[in-house]
């Protein structure tokens, strides 16, 4: 599956813990990684700055699913599952 042009729902609903270029402590979840741009694609994406965490990220139907609002809700819904209680 490739990313859905416009979707950035992995730049959006899921927490990064390593350091971003210009976020040093990484981004909580639902907070749009300052790289998104306003067309919704990571104005970072071919550069080696990019963290692995985001490269190794890949689209899958399990995770974007059907539509984009179909993909941050499950990825919300995941970023939610995994934080500590």
Known sequence: ????I????CCIAISISSPIPGMP????GGMPCIHL?????CAIFDSPDRP??????????LFCGQTNEEAMHILSQLEKQCQPR
């Open 1 to 4: 599956m490739e990313c859905r």
């Open 6 to 9: 416009g979707c950035g729902a």
């Open 25 to 28: 402590n990484g981004k909580p």
């Open 37 to 41: 741009t306003p067309d919704r694609r």
């Open 52 to 61: 692995r965490v985001c490269d190794g990220f890949k689209a899958e139907k």
